[in-house]
């Protein structure tokens, strides 16, 4: 299991950066000692994707507590973990003129590195035994979400414009384009491709997607919430409420409906 090693580390890391996010989104746009403010203007938009963030960060925090990793299971989530923290440092880096100004995404994509190193490089489990009952995650549930997710973040990374755009049915997510709102997006985009691939990667059986789930049902309800809220208390059809679907039936998967059984217990096996 994860609980006590390196995991739990980065899982009680990354809880904290969710409740700053959740409880103190207003600390993203001030120094704190050393650190440097970062954004510095607020906006509606701006507080909308910082729900949405928190809630991303808060699934990747349980799965990574909750999922016993191991040798195969966290490969591509690593490096999804690899992809992004790279490319958060070195947007970062080229957005303060190629200067290095020590901000918080920073510090998250530390933490994010040394969490996909850990399941990707050094996991504290073994490859479980075969199992003919274990299936291969490729083609179910998992997969299908993996593959929306890993379509919605691409779309971040290369076509930031169409959140700004009406899409048929679908109102422009945000209003305004700012230099502050293009870094999140990017953030927003590094997150959903990390859980794309621990939803993809990841044989998920019915204890090893309880936390992840159940983070992903808060994300879920609180990023629909906050739209809806913005909205005053009507719903407009946007691309947040299109992500906050995708994750809500990835949790539901893997937390209800897992395609493997549990695996048997080795007793000579301690994490």
Not at 90 to 113: E, G, M
Not at 125 to 142: L, Q, R, T, Y
Not at 179 to 199: G, P, R, V
Not at 202 to 229: E, L, R, Y
Request: proline letters at 6%; glycine letters at 8%.
């Amino acid at each position: 299991m994860a609980h006590g090693n390196a995991s739990d580390v980065i899982f009680m890391a990354l809880l904290a950066v969710a409740v700053q996010w959740f409880a103190f989104p207003d600390k993203l746009f001030e120094d704190l000692g050393p650190l440097k403010a970062q954004f510095t203007t607020k906006s509606a938009d701006m507080d909308i994707s910082i729900k949405f963030g928190a809630g991303l960060i808060l699934m990747i925090a349980c799965t990574f507590s909750g999922v016993s990793w191991n040798p195969i299971n966290g490969k591509m989530a690593g490096f999804a973990g690899f992809v992004a923290s790279g490319y958060i440092v070195y947007s970062s880096f080229k957005r303060d003129s190629d200067v290095f100004v020590l901000r918080p995404f920073y510090i998250y994509a530390a933490v994010l590195f040394l969490g996909s190193l850990h399941i990707f490089a050094f996991p504290s489990n073994p490859i479980p035994p075969k199992n003919p009952d274990v299936k291969n995650n490729h083609g179910n549930a998992s997969d299908a979400v993996a593959l929306g997710l890993i379509a919605a973040s691409l779309a971040c990374f290369f076509y930031p414009d169409l959140l700004f755009e009406d899409l048929g049915p679908l109102k422009a997510q945000f209003s305004k384009k700012s230099a502050d709102l293009s870094a999140m997006i990017q953030f927003l985009a590094s997150l959903m491709l990390i859980i794309a691939l621990m939803l993809s990667g990841v044989k998920w059986n019915p204890i090893n997607g309880k936390m992840a789930g159940f983070a992903g049902f808060i994300a879920t309800g609180f990023t629909a919430s906050s739209n809806f809220m913005a909205d005053g208390h009507a719903f407009v059809p946007r691309l947040f409420y299109v992500y906050a679907s995708l994750i809500f039936f990835g949790a539901l998967h893997i937390f209800a409906f897992p395609s493997n059984p549990s695996l048997p217990k080795v007793s000579s096996k301690k994490d």
